[in-house]
């Protein structure tokens, strides 16, 4: 979680004192509405870059990387829209423009700057959901492979078990390891009938010989499950 310190907030607030001061000493003499429209205006820039400053770059506990994701959007924003506003402001004052046409001017750049705010908050909603997602796609995966992992370990500990069961598991299990995670629903729905096949195995091979048929009809499964998983990519 980004926190701000509280002397960071001391900092901010003797800063904005010091602009305020500024404009009544300095800037007087501008017309009322010209003048509480630049205080406005420095006043949101200093917000904008005084916070974009202080506040960690980078959350990093946040694992989805929201953050990095907007990064360079973020500042390249700021940045911009600060130059362009002082600029606009100073222009505006020394070319004596009207009121109405910098208040126009400057309420276009702040919904620019909105746009490109809004725009970020999208990419880092998105970034979250593509990282949920995929953490989701690995979880099943996983669960999966601790599936036959469990099976493994009971092969391991049991005696009297032929060659060709050992042989047939670990043909299922090097399968396993080399599939990829899949955000298709349908592989979630393969997966999960794939380790009810293993766990299935796991139950029925401590009696083996009364189970052998079974046994048999369970690695079929798993054989052409494992083939239609393989055949299915990504939305």
């Known amino acids: 979680m980004k926190k701000i310190s509280p002397i960071s907030w001391i900092v901010f607030a003797i800063g904005e004192i010091i602009l305020i001061l500024c404009f009544f000493l300095l800037l007087d003499n501008l017309a009322r509405d010209i003048f509480w429209l630049d205080l406005g205006v420095a006043t949101l820039t200093y917000v904008l870059l005084f916070f974009r400053s202080v506040r960690p770059m980078v959350d990093l506990d946040d694992k989805a990387g929201r953050d990095v994701s907007i990064l360079g959007l973020s500042w390249v924003s700021v940045i911009v829209y600060s130059v362009a506003a002082i600029g606009l402001m100073i222009g505006m004052q020394y070319n004596d423009v009207e009121f109405n046409y910098q208040l126009m001017a400057q309420i276009v750049l702040a919904f620019i ?3 490109a705010l809004i725009a970020g908050s999208r990419m880092s909603a998105k970034t979250v959901e593509v990282f949920n997602e995929q953490r989701q796609m690995v979880s099943d995966l996983d669960r ?12 391991a500990i049991s005696s009297g078990l032929p060659a060709g069961f050992k042989s047939d598991v670990a043909d299922i299990s090097s399968q396993l390891r080399f599939l990829s995670p899949c955000n298709n629903p349908e592989a979630t729905k393969v997966e999960g009938m794939l380790s ?16 052998a048929e079974e046994i048999d009809r369970c690695f079929m499964a798993c054989r052409q499950l494992l083939k239609e998983r393989k055949s299915i990519y990504s939305r």
């Open 113 to 115: 700057l909105l746009l």
């Open 144 to 155: 999966l492979r601790g599936d036959m992992r469990d099976l493994e370990r009971t092969v």
């Open 196 to 211: 009810n096949e293993i766990i299935r195995i796991n139950s029925l091979c401590g009696d083996f010989e009364v189970n």
